[in-house]
C-alpha cells in the first residue's frame, strides 16, 4: 500500500473504528483509528449513509477509481483541495459508505457556545461571507479584503482543476466548502460523493439549494451551471451577502473593471457565461491591488 | 410633504419560526421539560455555529397549558442570553396556543415588513404531550381562523405527537408533515429527536433560503401521511 491507493472497496469491518465525529441528513461521519495502511497514512473518516439514501455503488466505485486513474501530480492536487473518496465501504458486502481523508486542522474554528460548551466547527463559507457584526458576536476573527479576494483565487482554481478533469460539482452551498485564511489562503471542497464526471449520474442525490440555483437549468446540474454558481460565490463572498444576484454589490471589493465579468458569469444565457480560469487573472490582479493598498 | 418611500429592489427575505409547546402539567413528568430545555439550548448552540441562519431566521417560542403565553417573542435566537422559563402548568388548550399563535403571527409580520423585510410564510413547530381539554368544536373552529386563506400571515405547521396526545388530532393540525412517536419511545428521547429535526430544518432552510422540512423522520417516529 506504499502509492497510498486502498483497494476500490473496503469491508468496514476491517477497520477500528472511533467515535462519531458528525451527523448529517444523509448519514454519520466516525473517525477511522487504524486505517491498515490504507491512504499512506493520511487520516480518514467513514462515512456511512442512512438507509434511506438511495445510493448508487457504481457511481460511487466510479467516483473512487477517477481519482486512483489521475497522475500523481493531479491526484495530489485534488487530495490538496477536495475531500475525495478515496474507498467505497461495505457493509454485508454491499456498499454502504465511503472513506474520506480527515479535515486538517487549519480548516477548524473554536468556538464557545452559549451554552458554555466548547465547538469545534468547520471553517465553512458561510464564515467569509457572514456580515462583520454576525462574526464579532461569535468571537470569530475577520478576514480583510486582499485575503478574501486571495480565497476567492484559491476556490476559482480548484474548481478550474474539477473542471479540467470532468468534474461537476452540482451542489454549492455555505457549508461544502471550507477556508482557511492562513498563509497564502487554502480553500477545501467537502461533500465530493455527491458530484458527478461528466455524461455520468452522481452517486448520492445532489441536492439543489434554492437560494442557489441557475435559473437557467432548473433540476440539472452541469459545469455551466457552476459557472453561474462560481459567479454568485465570487459576489456573495464580496458584497457578504447570503442571498443576494446583483452584481453592483460587489463594485465595491471586485471594482468596476471586473464587473461585466460578473455580470457575464450570472447571465442567464449559459454561453454567455465566461470558463472558470477566466476569473483567474482578474481576481489575482485585484487580490494583489487591495493587499498592497492595506500594506500602505 | 411626506417624503417618498424608499424603494429596496431585492429586500432581505426573512424566515420567520414558531416553537409552540404543550406546558401542561403532564410535562412536568420524568424530565419531559428538561429535554424541552436542553433543545432549546442545542438550537440556540447550533444557530451560533451557523451564521447564516441568523442572517435568514427569527425564532419565537410559544408555551402553552390552561393559557398560552409568548415566551420568546421573535429573535435571532444566538444572541439571546437568557432562554425562557418552561414552567407546566394545569390544562391542555389549544384554544389558547391558536388564539396566542394567530395574534402573534399577524403583528410579527406588520413588524417585519414595516422594518424592510420580505416575510416567507411562517414555520410552526407544533409540539404536544396530550390531548386537547377544550371542546373539540371549539379548537377545530380556532384552528380553522388561524389557517384560513384570507389570513395573510397563516402558518405551514408540522406537528409532533408524545405521550399521551392522538396522532389523528394532530394529523388535523399538521399542515406539511406529522410525526408521531412510537409507543414505548421515552417521551423525553422523543422530544431531543424533536429538537433535532427543528435544527436541521432551521439550518437547511436558511442555506437554502426556502422554508425546507425535508428529511427522514426522527429516531423512534412514524410519519402520518396528511391527506
Not at chain 1, 180 to 206: K, M, W, Y
Request: charged share 25%; proline share 7%.
Amino acid at each position: 500500500m506504499r502509492t497510498g491507493l486502498p483497494p476500490l472497496a473496503v469491508d468496514g469491518e476491517a477497520l477500528r473504528l472511533g467515535q462519531t465525529l458528525g451527523r448529517g441528513g444523509q448519514g454519520r461521519v466516525v473517525e477511522v483509528l487504524d486505517n491498515g495502511g490504507l491512504a499512506g497514512g493520511r487520516a480518514l473518516v467513514a462515512k456511512w449513509y442512512l438507509p434511506s439514501v438511495a445510493l448508487d455503488a457504481a457511481a460511487l466505485t466510479r467516483l473512487v477509481a477517477w481519482r486512483r486513474s489521475l497522475d500523481e501530480a493531479t491526484r495530489a492536487a485534488v487530495d490538496g483541495v477536495a475531500c475525495w473518496p478515496h474507498a467505497v465501504l461495505l457493509r454485508d458486502g454491499r456498499a454502504a459508505g465511503v472513506l474520506l481523508p480527515r479535515v486538517l486542522p487549519v480548516f477548524w474554528l473554536d468556538l464557545r457556545l452559549p451554552s458554555g460548551a466548547h465547538g469545534r466547527v468547520l471553517r465553512e463559507l458561510q464564515y467569509l461571507i457572514a456580515r462583520p457584526e454576525l462574526l464579532v458576536r461569535r468571537g470569530v476573527p475577520d478576514v480583510d479584503a486582499g485575503t478574501r479576494l486571495r480565497l476567492l483565487v484559491r476556490f476559482v482554481e480548484a474548481v478550474a482543476l474539477m473542471h479540467a478533469n470532468d468534474v461537476v460539482l452540482g451542489d454549492l452551498s455555505v457549508k461544502n466548502v471550507l477556508f482557511s485564511p492562513a498563509g497564502r489562503g487554502r480553500v477545501h471542497l467537502l461533500d465530493c460523493d455527491a458530484l458527478r464526471l461528466t455524461g455520468t449520474n452522481p452517486a448520492v442525490g445532489q441536492p439543489n439549494s434554492p437560494g442557489w440555483d441557475d435559473p437557467a437549468f432548473p433540476g440539472t446540474q452541469n459545469q455551466q451551471s457552476d459557472r453561474y454558481k462560481l459567479a454568485l460565490t465570487v459576489l456573495r463572498v464580496l458584497a457578504r451577502d447570503f442571498h443576494t444576484r446583483d452584481p453592483d454589490d460587489a463594485a465595491g471589493l471586485l471594482g468596476r473593471e471586473y464587473l461585466p465579468l460578473l455580470r457575464a458569469g450570472l447571465s442567464g444565457d449559459p454561453d454567455a457565461r465566461p470558463p472558470t480560469a477566466a476569473w483567474l487573472r482578474p481576481l489575482r490582479r485585484r487580490a494583489e491591488e487591495l493587499t498592497s493598498s492595506q500594506e500602505r | 410633504m411626506t417624503e417618498p418611500p424608499v424603494v429596496i429592489p431585492d429586500r432581505a427575505m426573512i424566515l420567520p419560526i414558531y416553537l409552540v409547546c404543550d406546558l401542561s402539567s403532564s410535562m412536568r413528568e420524568s424530565g419531559r421539560v428538561d429535554a424541552l430545555r436542553e433543545a432549546l439550548s442545542a438550537l440556540r448552540d447550533a444557530i451560533w455555529t451557523n451564521p447564516v441562519v441568523s442572517d435568514y431566521a427569527r425564532i419565537a417560542v410559544l408555551g402553552f397549558s390552561g393559557s398560552a403565553s409568548l415566551l420568546l417573542p421573535l429573535c435571532d435566537l444566538a444572541v439571546v442570553d437568557d432562554l425562557p422559563e418552561l414552567a407546566p402548568d394545569g390544562l391542555t388548550s389549544y384554544v389558547a396556543a391558536f388564539r396566542l399563535l394567530r395574534r402573534t403571527l399577524r403583528e410579527d409580520s406588520v413588524q417585519l415588513a414595516g422594518d424592510g423585510y420580505r416575510v416567507w410564510r411562517p414555520l410552526v413547530f407544533f409540539v404536544s404531550d396530550g390531548e386537547p381539554t377544550d371542546r373539540p368544536a371549539e379548537w377545530r373552529a380556532e384552528l380553522a381562523e388561524l389557517l384560513d386563506v384570507s389570513n395573510d400571515a397563516r402558518p405551514e405547521i408540522v406537528g409532533f405527537a408524545v405521550g399521551e396526545a392522538r396522532s389523528a388530532t394532530l394529523a388535523g393540525i399538521a399542515t406539511t408533515r406529522c410525526f408521531v412517536a412510537r409507543t414505548g419511545v421515552s417521551v423525553r428521547a422523543a422530544i431531543a429527536e424533536i429538537g433535532d429535526v427543528v435544527i436541521r430544518s432551521v439550518v437547511s432552510s436558511s442555506l437554502g433560503g426556502a422554508p425546507s422540512t425535508a428529511g427522514a423522520p426522527p429516531d423512534g417516529f412514524d410519519e402520518l401521511d396528511l391527506l
